[in-house]
């Protein structure tokens, strides 16, 4: 197993567990939200809670899609696209990709920057910054994801490009 094999599986397990982990606490907080408010007697931050535990399942979870190839593209498309040009419109499709999500981190960023000293409304003991801290690493992960990735992307392009028969989504 060479080097990026070895990291991209890495990769791909630390955001599976990530992603398991934030699916089984937003189920949590959800029911206990829906348990507390049945009971006449509701928490005031399970919603606050939620919401933010979706933003950062979406952040890594689309990191963990990237990792295994299972975001929307269209390798039909490139199949389609003659042999002498697949490698170049990779290379192009991927350096959009990661251009947006280098973007996108550095928004992020600034955005954790600007949110010094805020609290959330109802945990007042819990950073804003550390709430929308999703946005900055969930963008760098799909970086790294996509990154690792670009070798099987290219060995794709060279041999002729994914069937449509082998597409994930």
Not at 29 to 48: A, K, Y
Not at 63 to 74: D, K, N, T
Not at 134 to 150: S, T
């Amino acid at each position: 197993m060479n080097t990026v094999t070895a990291l991209r599986s890495g990769l791909d397990r630390l955001l599976a567990f990530i992603v398991m982990v934030l699916v089984l606490a937003i189920s949590f907080v959800v029911i206990l939200g829906f348990t507390t408010r049945l009971m006449g007697m509701p928490l005031s931050w399970t919603d606050e809670i939620a919401g933010i535990g979706l933003a950062w399942l979406t952040f890594y979870g689309s990191a963990l899609a990237a990792g295994r190839g299972a975001h929307i593209a269209s390798p039909s498309i490139l199949a389609m696209i003659p042999s002498t040009w697949r490698v170049a419109v990779t290379i192009v499709a991927e350096a959009c990709t990661i251009s947006f999500f280098v973007l996108l981190a550095w928004t992020g960023l600034y955005v954790v920057e600007i949110l010094a000293g805020s609290k959330l409304i109802s945990l007042p003991f819990i950073s804003q910054q550390l709430t929308q801290s999703a946005l900055p690493i969930g963008a760098c992960l799909f970086i790294l994801a996509e990154l690792l990735r670009l070798p099987e992307l290219l060995r794709e392009a060279k041999a002729g490009g994914r069937s449509a028969d082998d597409d994930i989504l």
